[in-house]
């Protein structure tokens, strides 16, 4: 039973986080195509915002594996 609810729990947590990469990937596309149509936009601008981007790109996918790893320690455990 407490490995059905461990699968549960990480397919619910599977699907929640696809769900939210997945908004904020599009939320990115959009800013990018917005961002070209921008005259006033400076090189700089553009730049500072791709950072951002990246960097939560970086911790969303550190938090995913830090989950990940969290699953299979408790899968080890109780399975």
Request: hydrophobic share 35%; no cysteine.
């Amino acid at each position: 039973m407490t490995k059905q609810i461990i699968t549960f729990q990480r397919t619910a947590f599977e699907n929640a986080f696809n769900a939210v990469s997945t908004v904020q990937d599009q939320t990115e596309k959009m800013t990018g195509d917005f961002l070209t149509q921008l005259p006033w936009v400076n090189e700089e601008g553009k730049k500072v915002i791709s950072n951002s981007t990246e960097f939560y790109k970086k911790a969303r996918t550190n938090f995913k594996n830090a989950v990940d790893d969290g699953f299979a320690k408790m899968e080890e455990l109780f399975g």
